[in-house]
């Protein structure tokens, strides 16, 4: 195949086996030692016949090109032990049922609490502990089941563990769908996480979080006088938030 430098217009001989048609290659001109690349076309051109004085070009061939790894698949929600939390406002699928509480039949004065903690041991504290407080608390079986019961019912207190069953705090899926309740539901809410890295009663931490107050693991056996003194904290806070909502014309009076 008869081909030419760019540069200087020397005309090249090279083996039509070594020129990989169709792709881009490179050769160095031996006259002016300059890099040409260039791609020919699948289709052969017809060849000129080499004039005397014209010299072979070593072709340097492209370097062969790797498939790329295929990326793995995604882990599913089976597989990382997390559920898939659905958009706000719309339905939850047929299997996840409906709550078994009547938590809207209450005697009066009783509120609803849920604990979502994976000790028994500490299932149970809660439960005598909350129940001096006048609540009637249901635990959550895993992950799914409080979602579920977060969904369908109506709690006044949440007791939830930061690690449940493993979870981070970024990765919670209870505390995500926590967040993802309506603004005027989640207000007739108090949200307590524990965890061994808080500081009990740490507003800043809690803000943060979008939290009502924070618990330190160590100081369970004391959560009545910590829940007393947040929600004290926080139905102070709603009533002047309230009250500014509704002088700017919110009805968040009631």
Same mark, same amino acid.
């Not at 490179?26 to 060849?47: A, D, G, S, W």
């Not at 339905?91 to 509480?101: C, E, N, Q, T, W």
């Not at 502990?129 to 608390?137: A, M, W």
């Not at 970024?170 to 005027?184: D, G, H, K, P, Y």
């Given at each position: ?35 040409? +690349?260039? %791609?020919?076309?699948?289709? *052969?051109?017809?060849?000129?016949? =080499?004039?005397? #004085?014209?010299? @072979?070009?070593? !072709? ?76 009637? +608390?249901? %635990?959550?079986?895993?992950? *799914?089941?409080?979602?579920?019961? =977060?969904?369908? #019912?109506?709690? @006044?207190?949440? !007791? ?89 014309? =919110?009805?968040?009076?009631?």
């Amino acid at each position: 195949m008869l081909i030419e430098c760019q540069n200087c217009q020397k005309k090249l001989n090279i083996s039509d086996d070594k020129i990989p048609f169709g792709r881009p290659f490179t050769f160095i001109c031996p006259q002016c030692k300059v890099k040409n +690349t260039m %791609t020919l076309p699948e289709r *052969r051109i017809t060849e000129i016949s =080499l004039e005397e #004085g014209e010299e @072979q070009a070593q !072709v340097q061939p492209p370097a062969p090109r790797q498939p790329a790894p295929p990326s793995p698949p995604p882990p599913s929600a089976t597989q990382t032990g997390q559920i898939t939390l659905p958009p706000p406002g719309t339905m939850l699928p047929p299997d996840y049922g409906g709550l078994d509480s009547d938590a809207e039949d209450l005697p009066e004065g009783m509120k609803s609490a849920m604990i979502a903690f994976d000790s028994e041991e500490n299932q149970e504290k809660l439960i005598e502990k909350l129940s001096t407080l006048g609540f009637r +608390t249901t %635990t959550a079986i895993n992950v *799914r089941d409080a979602v579920k019961q =977060l969904k369908f #019912g109506r709690f @006044q207190l949440l !007791v939830i563990q930061e690690d449940y069953y493993g979870a981070t705090l970024s990765t919670n899926q209870i505390i995500r769908a926590v967040n993802s309740i309506e603004l005027s539901i989640r207000h007739d809410m108090f949200v307590a996480v524990v965890g061994p890295s808080f500081t009990s009663l740490d507003d800043l931490t809690a803000f943060s979080l979008s939290l009502d107050t924070v618990i330190n693991t160590s100081d369970l056996d004391d959560i009545e006088r910590i829940l007393i003194s947040g929600m004290s904290h926080v139905k102070k806070f709603m009533a002047t938030y309230k009250e500014l909502m509704y002088q700017r014309g =919110l009805d968040f009076k009631n």
